[in-house]
């Protein structure tokens, strides 16, 4: 398996592993269906996409997402006093047949590494809260639990955070 920065030519292998893993969900209220665009902008500065593959099949995906408007800020609904860079993590992805194999971890410090390089002190993500797999890997990896809210056009969310450094 090999971990590298995901770029625009990936965009539809990221597109397809998106739908294998939507269409596959028995509550597709634990993910978003995400469209091309929304997945395209994540390809492009100053956000990161990290994938893992194995050979030529692309089996995790995660992202660094930068927000370019207070909508997408998760960072403004914490309420935190403090100098802070914020970024999300955003869409992690895990091909059937690959979970149980820690791919979400490696990602999620993955991701933290580079957050780090890049100046930013605090990563904020969203989860289902009856995703209790990635629930578990993201309190695993020492995020914290902020409050759950609706987000993404009525998906409730639970929103996590973890100061870095």
Known sequence: MEL?????????????????????????????????????????????????WEGNLLIAIGMLYVPQCLEEDHFHDLGLKGDFKSANQKLFLVRDGYRGLGLQRKLIREVERIAVARGYNLLCTTVAPNNDFSINNFLKEGYIYAKTEEKYGGLVRNLYYKVLG
């Open 4 to 52: 590298r920065q995901c770029y625009p030519a990936d965009l539809q292998t990221i597109i397809d592993l998106n739908e294998t893993v939507y269409v596959a969900l028995p509550d597709k209220t634990v993910l978003r269906h995400n469209s091309p665009e929304m997945i395209a902008s994540c390809l492009e500065e100053p956000n990161v996409t990290l994938g893992i």
